[in-house]
């Protein structure tokens, strides 16, 4: 069977991913004060990180219209994959939801489903490699959906910011706690809940610290490193995402480790220096 997989731009494609014709990124849209910026191959994250920190006020975003996501439906593979943002951070998954329904009452019925990462960035990566590892090995529509279902619910994103300013920014953090954590120099080790919302982990003074208890955190949870894939991202910062990379690789054995750069909704969250992980 012909497939094809829908990924919102929040999760970051590898290059070899970006030219395989049966992958498509559907774009977000970001807001910095007066300038607006598609998060697309156009996206300029030097430039982006600089009007964000320049600007007193939180970074916005839009989600992909239905009619976008109707567009993406509309091509010659017999199965159609969607995968987005967590529905708890996004509208991008109702935008889905509502572009499948409008597809199938103008075009007719389709096998497309669309899944909620209850992640970001590169948990939307892995999970859509996921469904190409199941449609490559001539699993049916539904065999896939439900083999990735099974994987989105043991998967765990963790990730550690910098700088607390876009938290403070958006009214997530108070003033004074922003302030706080940025005098003591306080990273927050983040991560995912069940559900898809953002939860802190636990707390470290100084940001090699904190990466090793987000590393910590994570060897804690995850079985069976062998059969499984660690995807790394890391917003302006390849060096540090190399060094967690290689500290990961000297503590366990995993299938095989990929790192990235955040691209403009990633960047968004992450915020300059930050690290994601997902596995």
């Known amino acids: 069977m012909s497939y094809k997989i829908i990924v919102d731009s929040c999760g970051e494609l590898p290059e070899q991913l970006k030219k395989d014709a049966r992958f498509e ?17 156009t996206f300029d994250q030097a430039d982006f990180l600089q009007k964000v920190k320049e600007s007193p006020n939180s970074p916005k975003s839009t989600c992909p219209s239905p009619e976008r996501y109707m567009a993406a439906y509309d091509c010659e593979a017999e199965h159609v994959y969607a995968v ?9 998954y109702n935008s889905a939801e509502l572009g499948k329904s409008l597809y199938i009452e103008e075009k007719g019925p389709k096998q497309i489903h669309v899944f909620d990462s209850k992640s970001a960035s590169v948990g939307e990566t892995l999970i859509a490699m996921k469904i190409q590892e199941c449609e490559e090995a001539g699993m049916d529509f539904e065999a896939v959906i439900a083999a990735v279902d099974d994987y989105i619910a043991e998967q765990n994103t963790y990730f550690v910011l910098e700088t607390l300013e876009t938290l403070r920014k958006n009214g997530r953090l108070s003033n004074l706690k922003a302030f706080v954590a940025s005098a003591l120099n306080i990273k927050p080790v983040m991560g995912s809940t069940p559900e898809g919302e953002i939860c802190q982990l636990d707390q470290a003074r100084g940001m090699n610290k904190a990466l090793d208890k987000m590393i910590s955190a994570m060897l804690g949870k995850v079985q069976d490193c062998e059969h499984k894939i660690l995807a790394i991202a890391h917003c302006n910062c390849p060096k540090r995402a190399k060094a967690v990379m290689e500290k990961v690789a000297q503590l366990a054995k995993f299938k095989d480790i990929f790192m990235v750069d955040t691209a403009g909704i990633s960047s968004m969250y992450a915020n300059d220096g930050g690290i994601i992980m997902v596995v």
Request: proline fraction near 4%; aromatic fraction near 8%; glycine fraction near 4%.
């Open 25 to 41: 990124s559907v774009p977000l849209e970001i807001f910095v004060d007066d300038f607006h910026i598609v998060d697309d191959a």
């Open 84 to 92: 987005t943002l967590s529905s708890k951070l996004s509208g991008s």
